[in-house]
């Protein structure tokens, strides 16, 4: 609101203000601008004031101008027309009209600063360690009134619901709705249906919710099932780690809440994702997790069937899924597992619900909602959070809204909030996309499970986020073996004596006559006798099913025998093939193409109809193409993905006049899948876990994220690592996500050169990944499609090339893509040669370097020297390694690499060339190395200084003697 100073406020000013605000109403132009801002914020709410004073009868409401202190009757508009006011009706002087709508603005931008400021002098900390608050924006005197104007009538126009009253009932109704257990931030919002939604859906009931005898019974029950199973935990592991919801307990009825509201309002599944703290709890108490699964968990029995291999994880970091029964409505529930990285779920519950929405057809998006839990130092401290609501307005990554709801321990592990951010609240960043933002007591459950209920009506209007921020504390430590009074003495003595939010609940209930004292004490009886019984059972309890490989996923198989020995069929006709090819390359009539882009599509018309040079992108639009004719959805994310970082895709045409889109592979037959292609906001971590949530919830879809340079997924690392890696292996997920990462050294300098090959392939075992560096067009149209084609998901790690994306020997034929044709994990020498016992050296290597050291070859007519492309590094293909240095039985075995000695796929093969030479029981046991020497950075910035780098690896590979070539980790040759 525009500052206006308080000395304007006074009775003295009272003409001047009026006369501002009638001009104002005639003219907005005609007033300084500050005044016309702050009168611009009052006249939402009060567009009549002016008029009603200059019009009204004034004989049937003398208390609007004085009074007598009596409550107020009700005002009634003048009649149209001079007969309407009786000759003898008094008519207010200017003076009085003056001073009338003067108390009107005054008491409207005093309604208005409690919408805005209310909550900061709520009382929603149930440890009340901040003490009396007060705001000067929120007192009466701010804005000229007295002690003595409390009981005159003053006119609102049924703001509030009151068309006039005292100052003393507004403040009454304002405190009640804005200052209670509640406080409300939504005047921030700049969509004025939404904001006004709100304000009518908290204002008409002065933000509480009148429970019935049921209700109440039900919250309490909750809250008991809460304290009952924490305490359980408490003295039956006594000192074991479970991150407890002690303090917290009403989160588990506010989750109930948004699930029975929600199921009543049309949703029938609900994602979770949560940290750590009280995820035992939602187990336990809102998915119907066993109690026994649990206890057997804490006695350190494995959390899945026996027959299921994976190193599993810790028991608060797993997830699961139920179906719950509301009203008759059945919905069900998905918790998703999260490492201890507390923000990371986030965007991967996100893509879980977008997929969820499309497989269902949910364009409305009302069917499926995402539900986030934070804790409050990680949502204020984890960029992960704030890509997360950025994601949410974004058209490719949209999904109606999400509700996130803030376990507010007012501390973090052992940090006070005065030192983990910047902000007021933790809630903040939500502000970033106008999310309205309730807060409350935690130790008053109705009012939580009311905001509850209010944050899903909102998220099933609106469609968009919406937060709410429940203050409560952390009865422990951040684990139940920490000391916090070692750091937070004064909180913890507070704790100590703080009654539980049961108990504040239960005596509320039988001073009530709710609940008699018995009816509380059984209730609690009744839970521990539960708690006492699934702990016997414990002792014996097996799982006797693991939910993978269910629904969507039956059908689909974990890996069994060699890798090597699976020929999946990827192959295309050409028929189909050409089919595709003349779609994507035939613009539609009328459709004004850049003519740069034309050439491109002419280009690509001639490579389908001649058969030959198809390049790089072809054979991407190829693979992409004929997985939709085949009925398979493809979607592909990342920065700048529609045309592509380098130039090279143009998968969307912009039309040089309108600027209207056109989509090639949307138009390739009438019957196939959807393609989405989505340009999407500069995040790496947020945009890469919604693509891996993505394809948890659907398995048949070909999902593909983009970084638009390879070093770029540095960002991600926390995906990367916690999830894509390990996911199969801690949580029994699959995932078929394929990650497209440029490399290549063509002396970009250090951070457009490697995509860090040395990174995935160190996070390679179990057959988790599968890591590739393709150097045909052809291979990787097999590779794209093979990862579709398999009945089995793994993520798939693609090293995308930048130079060879227009190589003018990085090409395919159309066979290479036809009949017969797959993929091939090692390409052997395509050269002719001497014969194989005359060939005196054999260099593995890996992408593009093979045309660097192929174009020295044959420029200087060596014929005894084979390179062979290692097109899979992962899954080591070892047979076929061992196949082609067994062919030639004379060569010396070289692994040559642009990167440094310490990163690409150096240190990685090397233990596995040295085996196979080894088992070959050839004189040479170690493979030489042939490239740069190690390095602390990834490539040089110096243009010139790569090229030297680049000719003497060459050099090193081809033509050095082998005692000549330096070794890394060895001293240098004399």
């Known amino acids: 609101m525009a500052t206006i100073p308080e000395s304007f406020l006074t009775g003295a000013n009272a003409p001047y203000i009026a006369e501002l605000y009638s001009r104002y109403i005639a003219n907005p132009a005609s007033v300084d601008a500050s005044w016309a801002a702050f009168f611009r914020e009052l006249r939402d709410e009060a567009p ?40 003898a009706a008094a008519q207010p002087s200017n003076s009085e009209i003056r001073a009338a709508t003067l108390d009107s603005v005054r008491a409207l931008m005093l309604i208005r600063v409690y919408r805005v400021r209310g909550h900061l002098m709520a009382n929603f900390d149930p440890l009340e360690l901040e003490g009396g608050k007060y705001h000067p924006e929120l007192d009466p005197k701010t804005y000229g009134f007295t002690e003595a104007d409390l009981d005159r009538p003053i006119f609102i126009d049924n703001i509030l619901g009151l068309e006039t009253a005292t100052l003393r009932e507004i403040l009454a109704i304002l405190k009640e709705t804005y200052c209670g257990s509640i406080g409300v931030e939504f005047m921030h919002i700049q969509h004025p249906d939404e904001k006004a939604w709100i304000q009518q859906r908290i204002e008409s009931i002065h933000n509480q919710t009148q429970f019935t005898v049921n209700g109440k019974r039900a919250i309490f029950e909750r809250l008991v099932e809460a304290e009952e199973f924490e305490q359980f935990l408490h003295v039956k592991f006594t000192g074991t780690k479970r991150f407890g919801l002690d303090g917290g307990e009403a989160t588990v009825a506010a989750l109930e809440q948004i699930l029975k509201r929600g199921s009543q309002l049309g949703v029938r599944e609900v994602i979770v994702g949560m940290a750590h703290r009280g995820r035992l709890n939602v187990l336990a108490n809102v998915m119907k997790k066993p109690y026994a699964a649990i206890f057997s968990e804490f006695q350190g029995h494995a959390a899945h069937p026996d027959d299921v291999q994976g190193s599993g994880d810790v028991k608060y970091h797993l997830g699961t899924s139920a179906d719950r029964v509301f009203d008759g409505q059945e919905i069900h529930l998905s918790l998703s597992a999260n490492p201890s990285h507390l923000e990371a779920v986030d965007p991967v519950v996100l893509g879980k619900v977008r997929a969820k929405q499309t497989l269902l057809g949910d364009s409305q998006r009302s069917q499926v909602l995402g539900i986030l839990l934070h804790g409050d130092a990680a949502i204020a401290g984890q960029g992960l959070a704030a890509e997360t609501f950025g994601l949410s307005e974004l058209k490719g990554y949209r999904v109606g809204g999400t509700i996130h709801f803030i376990i507010n321990n007012q501390i973090g592990f052992t940090t006070s909030p005065g030192y983990s951010r910047s902000s007021p609240y933790p809630s903040d960043v939500a502000k970033t996309v106008q999310a309205p933002i309730f807060h409350v007591n935690g130790d008053d459950p109705e009012a939580v499970v009311h905001v509850a209920r209010i944050a899903t009506e909102f998220r099933q209007e609106f469609k968009r986020d919406v937060v709410v921020d429940m203050f409560c504390y952390r009865r422990f430590g951040h684990n139940e073996a920490d000391e916090p009074s070692f750091t937070q003495p004064i909180m913890y003595k507070a704790i100590a004596k703080h009654p539980t939010a049961r108990q504040i609940y239960g005596e509320r209930l039988v001073s009530e006559g709710v609940l ?72 539609p009539a009328n459709f004004n193409v850049n003519r740069k882009i034309r050439r491109v599509l002419a280009a690509r018309r001639d490579m389908i109809e001649r058969g030959e040079g198809l390049d790089w992108a072809m054979g991407e639009a190829l693979a992409f193409g004929s997985l939709l004719a085949e009925g ?88 990367i690592d916690q999830f894509i890696a390990s996911g199969e292996s801690k949580w029994l997920r699959l995932s078929g996500l394929v990650m497209l990462l440029p490399h290549g050294y063509e002396g970009q300098g250090p951070e457009h050169s490697s995509a860090r090959p040395e990174r995935y392939l160190q996070l390679c075992a179990e057959d988790n990944l599968q890591v590739v560096n393709c150097t045909t067009p052809a291979n990787y149209f097999h590779v794209l499609r093979r990862q579709i084609r398999r009945n089995f998901r793994k993520p798939l790690i693609v090293f995308s090339p930048k130079s060879l994306l227009r190589h003018r020997l990085a090409i395919s034929p159309l ?62 293909p070892r047979l076929r390694v061992m196949a082609e240095i067994s062919r030639y039985s004379n060569a010396e075995v070289v692994w040559c690499q642009e990167e440094p000695a310490n990163m690409g796929g150096w240190m990685f093969v090397l233990p596995r060339l040295t085996n196979i030479l080894d088992e070959l029981k050839r004189d040479q046991r170690v493979p030489i190395y042939a490239g740069r020497k190690a390095s602390a950075s990834p490539a040089t910035g110096l243009l010139k200084t790569h090229e030297a780098e680049q000719r003497q690896l060459v050099e090193h590979a081809l033509a050095t003697a082998i005692d000549a070539i330096p070794q890394p980790f060895r001293r240098p040759v004399s």
């Open 48 to 87: 009549s004031v002016l008029a009603e004073a200059r019009g009204a009868t004034w004989a049937s409401r003398p208390t609007l101008i004085g009074g007598n202190g009596s409550a107020p009757a009700r005002a009634t508009p003048a009649t149209a027309g001079p007969a309407a006011v009786p000759a």
């Open 516 to 587: 008699t004292k018995d009816e509380v004490d059984g209730i609690g009886s009744s839970v521990r006798a539960r708690l006492d019984q699934a702990f016997q059972s414990a002792q014996t309890y097996k799982q006797n099913r693991a939910d993978w490989l269910q629904g969507k996923w039956s059908g689909l198989k974990t890996l069994i025998g060699e890798e090597e020995l699976r020929e999946e069929e990827t192959w295309v006709s050409l028929a189909m093939l050409r089919e595709v090819g003349r779609a994507i390359s035939e613009p």
């Open 632 to 719: 398979v959805p493809v979607r592909l994310s990342g920065q700048d993905s529609g045309r592509g970082t380098f130039s090279h895709r143009h998968a969307v045409l912009v039309d040089q006049e309108t600027e209207d889109r056109y989509i090639p592979l949307n138009n390739v037959s009438d019957s196939q899948a959807a393609f989405e292609v989505i340009d999407s906001p500069l995040s790496e971590a947020g945009v890469l876990g919604f693509e891996y949530g993505y394809t948890l919830s659907e398995p048949d879809v070909l999902v593909l994220w983009e970084a638009q340079f390879g070093d770029f997924a540095n960002g991600a690392q926390v995906i």
């Open 815 to 876: 066979s290479d893509f036809g009949p017969q044709s797959r993929f091939q994990r090692v390409i052997t020498e395509t050269d002719p040669l001497a014969g194989d016992a005359e060939v005196r050296r054999v260099v593995f290597c890996s992408g593009k370097v093979y045309y660097d050291l192929v174009k020295e070859r044959r420029d200087r007519g060596i014929n005894d020297v084979a390179i062979l492309r290692v097109e899979q590094l992962y899954p080591w």
